[in-house]
T-cell receptor
Framework: ETGVTQSPTHLIKTRGQQVTLRCSSQ?????VSWYQQALGQGPQFIFQ???????GRGNFPPRFSGLQFPNYSSELNVNALELDDSALYLC????????????FGPGTRLLVL | GDSVTQMEGPVTLSEEAFLTINCTYT??????LFWYVQYPGEGLQLLLK?????DKGSNKGFEATYRKETTSFHLEKGSVQVSDSAVYFC???????????FGKGTRLSVIA
């Protein structure tokens, strides 16, 4: 098992730019969920992918989009960045939808100036 | 929609003190309840869980009991250690399936 990894660990963007965050899921996992954790807040669900299809989405605008690849790794894309997008972005992989099988990565910290 | 409310921190305790972090929830359906811990620079780790009323989850000396009548899932530990310093999140999910709904987190600092 290699665990869930995310890249980059940190990045800085300016308002209006676009960003892509990456997540490698744990071996054997076919589901990836993305969460946004603003400073001092709990993680909020963005969306989830199961076998390359989006199968759940939280209350986030369409400028937040994602992909899951055949090896079950995933990307989170955010267009037209806003200052409020500054947060820690967490990726979690699981085998199906069971929370007990879910493991979180360390996150990518995004700062939008 | 479903929601979780946690006591606000930070909480500062001396080593070997008793810990309680309050958590209440609002949910439709049959929520499963969880506590997660987040150490600096690390991913969220599942600490314990309970899937139905009156279940008690426990791990590493931490305990929490699923109280349906009071919609609560308070985290307790009898004697905290410096190594327990972290942010603790209460969370729920529908029938134990992803995604999770988290509380805002409570930062715990334990001093020697």
């Amino acid at each position: 098992e290699t665990g869930v990894t995310q890249s980059p660990t940190h990045l800085i963007k300016t308002r209006g730019q676009q960003v892509t965050l990456r997540c490698s899921s744990q071996s054997g996992h076919n589901t990836v969920s993305w969460y946004q954790q603003a400073l001092g807040q709990g993680p909020q669900f963005i969306f989830q992918y199961y076998r390359e299809e989006e199968n759940g989405r939280g209350n986030f605008p369409p400028r937040f989009s994602g992909l899951q690849f055949p090896n079950y790794s995933s990307e989170l894309n955010v267009n037209a960045l806003e200052l409020d997008d500054s947060a820690l972005y967490l990726c979690a992989s699981s085998s199906g939808w069971e929370v007990e099988t879910q493991y979180f990565g360390p996150g990518t910290r995004l700062l939008v100036l | 929609g479903d929601s979780v409310t946690q006591m606000e921190g930070p909480v500062t305790l001396s080593e070997e003190a008793f810990l309680t972090i309050n958590c209440t929830y609002t949910a439709t359906g049959y929520p499963s309840l969880f506590w997660y811990v987040q150490y600096p620079g690390e991913g969220l780790q599942l600490l314990l869980k309970a899937t139905k009323a009156d279940d008690k989850g426990s791990n590493k000396g931490f305990e929490a009991t699923y109280r349906k009548e009071t919609t609560s899932f308070h985290l307790e530990k009898g004697s905290v250690q410096v190594s327990d310093s972290a942010v603790y999140f209460c969370a729920l999910s529908d029938r134990g399936n992803t995604p999770l709904v988290f509380g805002k987190g409570t930062r715990l600092s334990v001093i020697a």
